[in-house]
């Protein structure tokens, strides 16, 4: 059974409605790992509602919490906003400067700059979450009750908090973080409570008290979260493996959220993705691949494929080369699949059945939008980085694909795909192994480098190229034939026709990629090395 089918088990042993969350600070970029939790948020909401629950995925944006320090992106400026909310300071401009106009003029925060994006890049990905903004939240009252639970009552918040996390808490610490005269939540020490008031003095020498019910401050996180939960009515959330470790916050969250007046959701722990070779990413160090630089390389589909071929516990590895390749190549495969033939084979056993619904359902969850056909394109991601790479014309693609029977005319998802493709081959992420350059021009060095024997099959070379049908096999008779009639080691034909071809010893197969190239062009190419030679 498929992970978020169990998923859609559990959350019908507790009730018919349900609310996913997802939440995240958009203190910067947000990258490629941030989609596995609102991918898992969301794909476990399509099978709860697959299951004849009601689900909906909400989508927690979490602008209350404060800017912690001046990351590599920002300017020096950015100093003075430390500890202000994200959603009350303005947004970075093209320089890294605070963007006053903007923010005077439309209200365009810090959160709002990171924010947008990743909204534009989940409608890309076919996820349209309820948003529900923190800071707003707060000032609208929506935290007061549970905030007031709190303050009543710290010692039994703190005993819980030290005791489920085995850490104890600082002295004078208190259930509310206040802002102080410079709308900072750090530097703050809270004097007196007097619902709905929290007295305060800062670091500047400054006193002033802070209104729960208006949200002039916020709670704690480990208070934070279970307060969301409550107030939305969360009944299931994944989070990071941070979070879910023991004495963690989903811990304390359990004990806290019963301490408030409600039960915990349904948890779902999740590992990172990782960039190969490079480690965990991280909007601060700028170790990433941003959602919308990922959609500019990668189908949609193929990226939810990613997260839904992937059990939550296991660790992500996203390879944006080969990696790539072998995902887009296996997501084909699934789609050429005919799984309710597989399913009728009686003679199936009970493990290699499960296997079968499990590939169903991680292609289902692929899909953009749950009407979606799953038809393969009938071209490889092999193959069209191929012609991408020797044919500029887009229409030349289609005429090639056209000649070899593959289609009859491009989909809209087929051409989706080819810009897409041409995109991620000018980027750094293509995997240089796969890199075709076909001379326009002979290169001289390569010619020189071959040995006088190895030159003296470009004669022979020539007149079988000419007299050869123009597809893979009449290309490759052509090279054998090369061989055969200079009694030559196929070695030495190979080298001449890399030199020739790519101005190389070595590369990929050759007539796949010759056949795709005008016949005359390439003994006319030919044809200028032996005058070379």
């Known amino acids: 059974m498929h992970w978020t089918d169990v998923m859609a088990e559990r959350l019908a042993q507790q ?7 997802t939440g995240i600070t958009p203190s910067g970029e947000f990258h490629i790992g941030h989609l596995r939790e609102i991918l898992t948020g969301d794909m476990i909401t399509r099978a709860a509602n697959k299951a004849g629950l009601k689900a909906e995925l909400v989508f927690v944006v ?6 912690r320090k001046v990351y590599p992106f920002l300017d020096e400026s950015y100093r003075e906003f430390i500890g202000q909310q994200l959603g009350a300071i303005p947004a970075p401009d093209s320089e890294g400067k605070p963007d006053w106009i903007r923010f005077e003029q439309e209200g365009w925060t810090y959160g709002d700059h990171f924010l947008t ?12 979450p309820r948003l529900i903004p923190n800071l707003e939240a707060y000032r609208s009252g929506m935290f007061a009750d549970a905030t007031k639970r709190c303050c009543d009552d710290i010692e039994t918040v703190k005993e819980i908090i030290e005791r489920v996390s085995s850490r104890e808490l600082p002295e004078g610490w208190f259930p509310w973080q206040p802002l102080n005269s410079k709308k900072s939540l750090d530097g703050v020490t809270v004097t007196g409570y007097d619902y709905p008031l929290v007295h305060w003095k800062d670091e500047h020498g400054e006193h002033g ?5 208006k949200g002039e401050g916020k709670l704690p996180w480990r208070l934070d979260w279970p307060a969301k939960w409550g107030h939305n009515g969360v009944t299931c959330e994944p989070f990071g493996k941070d979070h879910g470790a023991s004495g963690g916050s989903y811990d304390t969250g359990k004990e806290l959220s019963v301490f408030m007046g409600h039960a915990p959701p349904l948890p779902l722990t999740y590992e990172w ?7 965990a990413m991280s909007s601060s160090t700028g170790n990433t691949v941003g959602p919308i ?33 072998n995902l887009a190549d ?44 799953n038809e393969a394109t009938a071209v490889s991601f092999r193959h069209l980085a191929l012609l991408a790479q020797i044919k500029d014309d887009d229409e030349a693609v289609w005429e090639s694909l056209r000649g070899s029977g593959a289609i009859e005319s491009p989909t809209s998802l087929l051409r989706d795909r080819l810009a897409r493709m041409r995109a991620w081959i000018k980027s750094s992420h293509f995997p240089e192994d796969m890199r075709i350059q076909i001379m326009t021009e002979p290169n001289q060095d390569a010619i020189e480098r071959l040995e006088k024997h190895q030159r003296d099959l470009l004669p022979v070379l020539l007149a079988c190229f000419e007299d050869a049908p123009w597809d893979v096999s009449g290309i490759t008779a052509a090279i054998k034939s090369v061989a055969e009639q200079a009694e030559a080691p196929m070695k030495d034909v190979y080298r001449t026709c890399y030199a020739v071809f790519m101005g190389a010893e070595r590369g990929p197969r050759l007539a796949p990629i010759l056949c795709n190239c005008d016949q005359e062009v390439i003994c006319q190419l030919i044809s200028r090395c032996v005058s070379m030679s």
Not at 15 to 21: F, M
Not at 62 to 67: G, I, R
Not at 209 to 213: E, F, R, T
Not at 302 to 320: G, H, Q, V
Request: with cysteine.
């Open 15 to 21: 009730g018919q409605e349900h609310i996913i969350a």
């Open 62 to 67: 979490d602008n209350a919490d404060p800017l």
């Open 117 to 128: 994006p990743f909204l534009d890049a989940l409608k890309q990905i076919g996820v349209e």
């Open 209 to 213: 008290s802070s209104n729960i019910i």
């Open 273 to 279: 993705i990782s960039l190969r070779g490079q480690g």
């Open 293 to 325: 630089e990922a959609l500019e390389l990668v189908p949609p589909q193929i990226l939810r494929f990613l997260i839904a071929n992937s059990k939550p516990n296991k660790a992500i590895e996203f390879d944006t080369g080969m990696g790539l390749v």
């Open 330 to 373: 296996e997501y084909e495969r699934l789609c050429s699949r005919d799984f309710e033939t597989e399913l009728d084979d009686e003679s199936k056993s009970r493990r290699q059945r499960v296997q079968i619904e499990d590939a169903q359902a991680a292609l289902r969850l692929s899909m953009i939008s749950e009407e979606d056909s």
